[in-house]
């Protein structure tokens, strides 16, 4: 066994659909598998049945989080018609930026007014960042929203190799932007769709392996600066039937397929530790979980799904694969939460 002691992992985009869903996933399951990958802080997005886009919804939110096994925290909402509860959302500790969906996604808070856009982005007080939903032509826009009200931008979940031209030339042009991917398109084509089905379906949706090149090297170059799960789970039913819901689990997978990365030698073991900890850690503004670090198994491997999950959604688009990098140890403020690879907080 070959230990090597990491800080606790940040995903700032989950999915943990609780109120609303849980029998997709809940706050304490999804911190088990968050826990299980490694992750002791991540962000929840705001797309619940009743959205949270007003702070009676984010204080529901923040009291059912008590029952996770890590730090939860919180991304806000907005529909473009709740201005008033913005400057409010964006003053409490608990929230680290506002999501705004450019594009149809789960959920009923796409915004595609311009109208609507200006008003929001003139009313989130500068600071937090505001992450967007927002493929191709909406990206555009959304840079030029941000660019005029001086807001930091933060681009969810990067899929094609033109969104990642996009972000290179407005870091050039000296605009406060970052940019997230999930490990699934940085694995994944479309191709996938063949042989998954609907365990392949999510938005934005798998692409080209131009793509998914453009990606790897977005990653290594630092214009894509973190690793984000967009874990969004779904029952297997929900996945099996004709019409699948979109979305894939992430938080028990995503840290073993970055450590196959260095194996590989797509990414350096120094460029993992910052797309999965540090520059999440800076970019929003994480504060310190102070005696807080995961041991991880650099030589085990891992098959998805043997042995189960944690995540309710019970799945993955990675079932059957082998991976390297076995989570041993969780400790968050020194409490022991994973012993031996197996939770026990
Ligand atoms: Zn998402």
Not at 88 to 96: G, L, Q, S, T
Request: hydrophobic share 35%.
């Amino acid at each position: 066994m070959a230990l090597k002691k990491l800080p606790g992992l940040i995903d700032v985009h989950v999915h943990l659909r609780e109120p609303g869903a849980t029998q997709k996933e809940d706050f304490y399951t999804g911190s088990r598998a968050a826990v299980k990958g490694g992750i002791t802080f991540m962000i929840d997005m705001p797309n619940n049945p009743t959205p949270t886009i007003s702070i009676e919804r984010l204080d529901e939110k923040v009291e059912l989080s008590k029952k996770g096994l890590c730090d939860i925290r919180f991304h806000f909402g907005t529909n473009g018609k709740n201005l008033d509860e913005l400057p409010k959302a964006a003053a409490r500790p608990e929230v680290f930026g506002l999501k705004i969906y450019c594009n149809h996604t789960t959920g009923e808070m796409l915004i595609d007014d311009p109208v609507l856009l200006q008003g929001v982005y003139s009313s989130w007080p500068v600071g937090k960042p505001i992450l967007v939903h927002a493929e191709g032509e909406q990206l555009a826009q959304a840079i030029t929203l941000a660019t005029t009200h001086g807001q930091r931008l933060h681009v969810c979940h990067i899929t094609q190799a033109s969104e990642v031209e996009m972000v290179r030339d407005a870091k050039k042009n000296g605009l406060s932007i970052s940019a997230g991917v999930c490990p699934h398109h940085l694995y994944m084509t479309g191709e996938a769709r063949e042989r998954l089905k609907g365990f392949a379906v999510m938005k934005p949706p798998l692409g080209t392996p131009e793509d998914k090149a453009a990606l790897w090297a977005g990653l290594a170059d630092g214009t894509i600066d973190m690793v984000e799960t967009d874990h969004a789970p779904h029952t297997r039913a929900e996945k099996e039937q004709e019409n699948p819901s979109f979305g894939v689990t992430g938080l028990e997978t995503s840290f073993s397929l970055m450590w196959k990365a260095v194996q590989d030698g797509l990414i350096t073991e120094e460029r993992l530790i910052e797309v999965m900890y540090s520059a999440a850690k800076k970019i929003f503004n994480i504060p310190e979980q102070e005696d807080t670090y995961i041991e991880v198994d650099s030589e085990a491997t891992w098959v998805v799904g043997e042995g189960g999950y944690e995540t309710k959604a019970n799945s993955s688009p990675f079932e059957g694969m082998e991976l390297p990098g076995k989570v041993m140890t969780v400790v968050i403020r020194g409490k022991k939460v994973v012993e031996d690879g197996s939770i026990v907080g």
